[in-house]
C-alpha cells in the first residue's frame, strides 16, 4: 500500500513510520526534512500542512492509497490557543481535503481530548464507565475543540469522497522505559491524572491500532467514518476503578460497569470492527529498555 504520513516526525508518528515502512511505500510530510538522517525505506516532502495548495500539491502527485494524518500539535497550554486551533483544524483541513479528492482513505489522529475531560475548568464524573465512543463530546479548551472539528472533517469527506476514514482517540501517551505515568508525582498525587481517570497507552498500542485502522479502511471494515478509543489494558495506578472515582470525586456514574483496575475508555468498539485490543501494561513496558526508531 502506498500510504502517506503527516508528522511523521514527531514523537509518536515516528513509530507509525517505523512499522509501516517494513510492508509499505511510505512519504512522511514534516515541517522538516530529515536529510540524510531520515529512515532508509521513507521519503520526506518538507511543507506546512496549514497552506492547502502545497498539500493538495503534494498528495496528488504521490496519489496514495492511504493517508495517516498524524500532525497536530499534541496538547494544550503550549500555545495561544487560538494557534493551536488554527494550527490543527487548517492542517486536518487541508489533509483530509486533499486525501477526499484523490480517494485516499484516513486514519488520522484525535484524542481523548475531544471528550473535555482533561482541561475543563472543573473535571466532571463522566456519564458512562467505561467511557465509550457514544459518550457526548464536551471540551471546553481549543484543543479538545480541534479535534471535535477534525473529526467533523472526516466525516465530511467521508460522505462527499466516499473514502473511509478512522479518527484515534489516544489517552496520554507513553514510551516504553519512559512512563511518565509511574512517576512518583503522578502515582502519590491521585489528583495528577484524575483529569482522565488515570488513562494511558503505550505508543506501541497506538501503532498496532493504526495499523489495524488501515486493512479496516482498505478492506471496508470501516465505513464512512468511525471513531475509536485508544488506550492502556489497565489504569496507570493500579487500583480499582471504582475505587479511585470514589476517593477522589465521591461518586460514581449511574451507567457503571468496571471491574479492577480496568481501564476508564472501552476499547470494545475496535476489537470488535478491526481485531484490536491494547496489549502492553505499565507493569512490564515502563521498565522496558527499547530504543526510540529513528525517522
Given at each position: 500500500?502506498?500510504?502517506?504520513?503527516?508528522?511523521?516526525?514527531?514523537?509518536?508518528?515516528?513509530?507509525?513510520?517505523?512499522?509501516?515502512?517494513?510492508?509499505?511505500?511510505?512519504?512522511?510530510?514534516?515541517?522538516?526534512?530529515?536529510?540524510?538522517?531520515?529512515?532508509?525505506?521513507?521519503?520526506?516532502?518538507?511543507?506546512?500542512?496549514?497552506?492547502?495548495?502545497?498539500?493538495?500539491d503534494a498528495l496528488t502527485e504521490i496519489d496514495p492509497d492511504a493517508v495517516v494524518h498524524w500532525a497536530a500539535i499534541p496538547v494544550a497550554g503550549n500555545h495561544p490557543g487560538v494557534d493551536l486551533y488554527r494550527n490543527n483544524t487548517l492542517a486536518a483541513h487541508g489533509v483530509l481535503t486533499a486525501a477526499g479528492r484523490v480517494g485516499a482513505d484516513v486514519v488520522q489522529a484525535s484524542s481523548d481530548g475531544a471528550y473535555g475531560f482533561f482541561f475543563a475548568e472543573e473535571t466532571p464524573v463522566p456519564d458512562e464507565l467505561p467511557i465509550t465512543e457514544d459518550h457526548t463530546l464536551r471540551p471546553e479548551d481549543d484543543y479538545g475543540l480541534s479535534k471535535i472539528v477534525t473529526e467533523e472533517i472526516g466525516k465530511t469527506i467521508a460522505r462527499r469522497d466516499g473514502v473511509s476514514v478512522a479518527s484515534i482517540r489516544p489517552s496520554w501517551i507513553q514510551e516504553p522505559g519512559n512512563y511518565l505515568c509511574r512517576d512518583g508525582d503522578y502515582v502519590e498525587d491521585l489528583s495528577a491524572g484524575a483529569g482522565n481517570y488515570w488513562s494511558y497507552v503505550?505508543?506501541?498500542?497506538?501503532?498496532?491500532?493504526?495499523?489495524?485502522?488501515?486493512?479496516?479502511?482498505?478492506?471496508?471494515?470501516?465505513?464512512?467514518?468511525?471513531?475509536?478509543?485508544?488506550?492502556?489494558?489497565?489504569?496507570?495506578?493500579?487500583?480499582?476503578?471504582?475505587?479511585?472515582m470514589e476517593?477522589?470525586?465521591?461518586?460514581l456514574p449511574d451507567d457503571c460497569d468496571v471491574e479492577g483496575d480496568a481501564a476508564a475508555y472501552a476499547t470494545a468498539k475496535a476489537t470488535k470492527l478491526l481485531g484490536w485490543e491494547p496489549t502492553r501494561s505499565w507493569r512490564e513496558a515502563a521498565d522496558e529498555d527499547v530504543e526510540p526508531p529513528a525517522v
Open positions: 500500500m502506498n500510504v502517506v504520513v503527516t508528522g511523521g516526525r514527531g514523537q509518536s508518528g515516528r513509530w507509525i513510520v517505523d512499522r509501516l515502512a517494513a510492508d509499505h511505500e511510505v512519504t512522511v510530510f514534516d515541517q522538516k526534512h530529515p536529510g540524510p538522517d531520515g529512515h532508509a525505506e521513507v521519503s520526506y516532502r518538507a511543507l506546512d500542512l496549514t497552506e492547502p495548495g502545497g498539500v493538495f503505550d505508543v506501541r498500542d497506538i501503532v498496532d491500532l493504526v495499523e489495524a485502522a488501515l486493512s479496516g479502511v482498505s478492506d471496508g471494515d470501516v465505513d464512512g467514518h468511525e471513531a475509536f478509543n485508544c488506550v492502556g489494558p489497565d489504569n496507570a495506578l493500579g487500583r480499582p476503578l471504582a475505587e479511585l476517593t477522589h470525586y465521591g461518586a
